[in-house]
Every structure is written in C-alpha cells, then in structure tokens.
C-alpha cells in the first residue's frame, strides 16, 4: 500500500525556517521523475490547499501567498520530496501534506504539524 509520510514540522517563531521531508512509502512504489509532486496544506476550519508543486522537468511552481518564501526539491532516486519554508508567517501555520498532483486520495498521510508563533 502506498502512503506518502511527511515529516519535519513543529513549532517555530515568526522569521524562522523549517525543512519538510515527504517520502513515499510502498515497497514497489517508486516517485517516477514524470510526476508531479505537490505540497498541500490545510489550517483549522479552511480546504486543503496546494502551495507549492515540481513538475518532471523540476520546475516550480508556488502559491502567491508563499513565493519567495518557499523552495520545494526533489529527490526520485530517494523517493523524497522537500519543502524548506522560510521567513514563516502565523499565516502559515498548518498540517502539511504530500501527495502527487492531482492528488490520489488512498496516498494521503499523516501530514505534519507546522506551527508558526507571533
């Protein structure tokens, strides 16, 4: 069974950086250089939201509200995609998620818990 597990989040004051990881589990999956990979966060009482996403070529792409701010990777030989998030906001204070794009709703983890403090 595939399941994408992110990890990397916590608690962190307004201006600072955090580095998220998502690595794809399922012992036959492999993160296929022709996905698109993207990162999704949801806060409380609001829809899961796309924020960042790579394309096959690595070509990013960023919601407006975090460009310049985040950089997301990739990494296909490891299974693994990034995001480093910086200058964080209260605004982005989160559960974050992995998943491809469009998303494949049997392949949402756990997420994890991004809280930004003022």
């Known amino acids: 069974q595939v399941q994408f597990v992110e990890s990397g989040g916590g608690l962190v004051q307004a201006g600072g950086s955090l580095r998220l990881s998502c690595a794809a589990s399922g012992s036959t999956f492999r993160l296929s250089s022709l996905n698109t990979i993207g990162w999704y966060r949801q806060a409380p009482g609001k829809q899961r939201d796309l924020v960042a996403r790579?394309?096959?070529?690595?070509?990013?792409n960023y919601a407006d509200s975090v460009k310049g701010r985040f950089t997301i990777s990739r990494d296909n030989a490891k299974n693994t995609a990034f995001l480093q998030m910086n200058s964080l906001k209260p605004g982005d204070t989160a559960i974050y998620y992995c998943?491809?794009?469009?998303?494949?709703?049997?392949?949402w983890g756990q997420g994890t818990q991004v809280t930004v403090s003022s």
């Open positions: 790579i394309n096959s070529g690595g070509s990013p």
């Open positions: 998943n491809l794009l469009p998303p494949i709703a049997r392949y």
